[in-house]
C-alpha cells in the first residue's frame, strides 16, 4: 500500500493547489466578466470552494482508514460507475494540466526568456512530469514542506510591494452594476475552482491526526483562501480599469512597486518562487491523473500510468502550444463552465449518498475490497 | 574521484542528466552573445510629422573594456507605425532593439495635439518593453532632449528620470508613467498630467567624454536639459492646459505625494520684519481629504496638517539680530493671514480654471461615486450635461499651518 500522507502534507498540497490556478490569466479574465466587483466573484467562489472541502473533510474522517473514493462507489453503486467517474476526472485533472503547464510557458516567455526553444523546455518538462507522476503523494508533500517558507515569502512579497500603489476608489462601491456582473463571473470561472476535488483521490491515504482531524487541512484552506482574497484586492486596487490587460497578474503586480529601484529586481523572487508553484501544481495535477489510470485499469504499477500521463501531457502542450488565449476562450465558455460545476458539485453528491448507503447498510465491520493488491512502495 | 564517477555511473539519475547535456550542450556553443544581438535602449523618444513616426532612441552599446560614457550611442528610425521605426533602427544597426531597460519615453508636444493613447499603444502589447516607463513632454522635437540627455549623462550622469523624480517631489506629479497614463484615461475624468521639459544650446568649448563617439553632438554647441516646471494637463489624451502657478500651489498642497513646498510672501510688516519678503519652507505635511454629500452638493474637504519653516528672508532692513534669529516664530498672525489669503486667492483660480477646461485632476468624479455612490448618481441626475459636474462641487482647503523652528 502506498504511503500515507499527513495532515500537514495534505493541507500544503491543497493549499497550494488552491492557490495556483488563481493568480495568473484568472485576475485579469475575472474583470473583464465582472469588472470591479470581481474580488466578490472570487470570494463567493472561494466560499463554495471551502464548504466542499469541508463536507469532504468531515466524510473522510468517518470513512474506514484505507477506503479509497473507488472502493467506495464501488460498493454502494458498482464498479462501472466508479470508472466512470474516475474516467471523466482523468479528463479533467488533465485539462486543467494542459492550463497549468501553458500558463508556465507563458509566464517564461513573457518575464524570463526571450527565445525559449520549445523542444528544450517540453523535453525538461516531460521528464520533470515522469519523475514527479512516478513519485508517491507523500514525496509532493515532503517537497511542499521542504519548500513552504520560501514560498510564503516569496508570495507574500508580491502582496507587499505593490500596496503602496492600491487605490481604494478602484474597489468601490461594491457591486456597483448590480449583481449580475458578479454571477456572470461564477458562472463562467468555474474550471479555475473545486480544488477540493483532489480530496478525494486522497482519500483512503491521509493520516488524520488524533484530536480534531480536519483542524490543520481547514486553517491551510483558509490561509489560501484569505491570501487569494488580498491578492485580488490589491490587484484590483492598483490597476483599476486597466486589469483587464494584465493577462498575467502576477509577473506584472512586481512592476508596479512604489518603493525605489534601490532595492532591487524584487520580481525575481515572484518569478522563480511561482514557477516552482505551477510546477508542484502539474506534478499533483499529473499523479492524479496516474491515479486514476491506475484505478480504471486496476494496476498498482507507477511507470507505466506515469509514461501515459506524461506523454499524454507533452502531446496536449505540443498541439496547443501558444494557445493559451485559445484554451481560456475555450475553458471560460458557460457549456465548459457548467460541465466543471457538475464535476466539481455531482461527485460530491455522489460522494455524499455513497456514504449514506454504506452506513444505511450498517456494516459493522468495513472491509477494504481487493481493488488494488497491497504491496509496498519506496 | 574514480570512486565518485562509480557511485554516480549507479544512479539512473546521472544517464538522464548526461542525455540532457548532449542534446543542449552543441546548440549553445554556436549561440551568438546577446551583446552582439541587441542594443539596450535606456530613453526613447517619440516624434511625430507628416512622414508617421520618428523614433530616437539613447542605447547602450556594450563594447566591453571602455569607459561606459562612451558606449552612449543615439539612433534614429521612421515609420508609419512605431513597430515599424524601431524595424528601421534594427535594420539600420543589424540589431535587435531591447526595450528591458527603456526606463523613460519623451514625447513631443506635436503628439499631444492628438490623441497619445496611439503612440503609447505598442508599449503597452509588446512584451519588449517589461518596465513602465516614465512619460516625459518636450516643447521641441524629443531628438534634441535625447541628445542633450546624452550630454547631460556624459557630463553630470544626469537623466531625464532624475529628473522628473525630483519634480514629483515637488508637485502633483506621481509616478507619471505608461500604466498611470491608461489606468486615468480610461477613468470618467480621463485627465493626465506630464512634466515638460525642454533644451537650450550652450556654446560649451570643452570637450566631454562621450563627444567623440556620438556623432550628432556638436562639439562646440552642445545641448542641455532645461527644466521650467512646466506641467500640462492632457484630457482623453490630448493636449489641453498648462498648470499655472497657483493651480500647481494649490495641487501642490493637497496632494499627499508632494513633499516640497515653497511660498513666499511679499511685502511683510510684522513684529520682526519690515517691508520684507519672507520665504517660508514646508517640512511635514499630513492630508485627509474628506468626500461628503451635504444638502444634495458634493463637497470635498482637504484638512491639511502643514508645518513650516522659515527659509529666507529678503529685506533691506534686516540690519538687527532679529534677521538672522533661529528661535523667533516668524509665522506670526499677519504672515499667517497673508499665507491664508495667498492660498484661498489660488484656490479660487484654480476652482475656476477646473470648471472653465473640465479639468478633475484629484478624479473627483471616482472619489464620489466611491464613497457615496447612490447620493452622487442622484447630484447628477439634476444636471442637464453630466460633464459639468465640477460646476456643483464644493472645495475647501482646512489648513492648520504650524511653525518648526
Redesign the interface.
Known sequence: MEKTISTNQTGLMLAIFTIALKLSALPAIAYSLSGASSYVTIAIALALDLIGTIIILKLLTKLPKGMTFFDIVSQTLSRPIAILIYSILLIYFLLKSLITLQELHDYYIVTLFEDLNPYFFVITLFLIMLFMCQKPFRALGRTLEVCFWPLLIGITFTLILPIGDMEIINLLPVCEDGFAPVLNGLVHTSISFGDFIILLIFMGRISFDEKKPCKKIIVYMLSAISFIFNFYIVFIGCFGNTAVGQTLALGELPLHNANPGTIGRLEWITIIIWTVVLIIQAGILGKCSCDCIKQIFHTDRDLPPAIIISTIMTALLLISYLQLSTILHIGTTTVVSIVCYGIHWGILILLIISYIILKNKNKKTYSVPHSMPVKEHR | MGNLIKRMSRNKYFY?FAV?II??FP?TLYMQSDKDKTIVVTTLGIDYGDDGYEITTLAITPLGGQDTNVNLEIFTGSGETIAEALENISNNTGKDVGLAHCDCIILSIDIMDKNIAHALDYF?RT?NL???ATLVATDGKSKDLIEATKSSHDLLNLSVKNIVIYQEGKSVLN?VNI?KF??NY??HSSTFYIPVLSTEESDDQGSSPGGESGGSSDSQSQKKIQNNNRIIILKNGVYTADLDDKEKMIYNIISSDAKQLEITLDNVNDEYVTNSTEVFQQTDKFIIPWYSIENGRPVVTYHVWLSMMIDEIESVENHSAIAISGIIKYLTPTAEKLIREKIDSALSSTIDSMRAKKIDIM?LY??F???H?SKWRKYLSTLTDESEYLDGIDIRIDLHLNYVV
Open positions: 538522464i540532457l542534446i543542449m546548440s503597452t512584451s517589461t518596465t513602465n509616478n500604466e491608461y489606468r480610461l477613468s478624479r471616482e472619489h461615486n466611491a464613497y455612490h
